[in-house]
């Protein structure tokens, strides 16, 4: 059954005067990969910003329209709890540092003082390394820094840390640019198993993996949706010229 989980209103983002986005509407499905594609500087990463809240956190950003989760306006809910349902894994894997690995998957819940016991806190490091598809190769090392682990590792480690907090939607801006192929084929499967439980939308300046892994493909021009449909058709028969030049790789 197709039900959308994210709907997106005529959402435009500013930073100070300059108009980034302009009157986006975009409908996520849950169950599916929305893949998000355009050239660099199009607005991608501040569209996904603008979904969990983070673009308001910049001094002088500004954010009008809606964004609706479940059909609740996100932009009347606490940031925080949007930000749990909704979460985000960057391009750049960045486990916190200081943390273990145990500690680094449960990060959400102490950082946000949300108390649960060790039998809880256990359970739910398992369930989301496993989710992950990191359990078997880091379970006997729970207690070592996530940064010893290779960079594949620590981007599953980060997608572990978003699932832990049982998100309806995860967001991954170009999740797999700083990772070799190895990781990469790793982490679309991985995001095709995902699926099955959360919305995905990627964000992604990889043609042929937008086409490998996702269901629908939005494509962003100059801050503009220009185009959004089924992979199949954007990937086969766009209607748009700009998506088509991007596509046979004319620009961008
Ligand atoms: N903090 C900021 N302050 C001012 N302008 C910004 C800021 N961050 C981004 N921009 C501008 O907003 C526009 C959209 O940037 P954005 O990062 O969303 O693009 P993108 O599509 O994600 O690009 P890329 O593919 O290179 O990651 C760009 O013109 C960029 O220069
Ligand atoms: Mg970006």
Redesign the pocket.
Known sequence: MESTVLKIEDLSAY??E?R??KDVNLSILRKRVTAIM??????????I?CINRMHEL?P??KVSGRVFLDGKDIYTMNPIIVRRKIGMVF?KPNPFPTMNIYDNVIAGYKLNGIKINRNEQDRIVEESLKKAALWDEVKDFLYRKGTFLSGGQQQRLCIARALAMQPEIILL??PTSALDPKSTSHIEELISQLKKDVAIIL?T?NIAQAARVSDFTAF?YL?ELVEFGTSEKIFSVPEDKRTEEYLTGKFG
Do not use: M
């Not at 050239?39 to 501040?46: E, L, V, W, Y």
């Open positions: 930073f100070s300059e980034i986005l355009g050239p660099s500087g199009c607005g991608k990463t501040t569209l910003r910049v002088g950003a391009q801006d170009e964000v300046h962003l801050g």
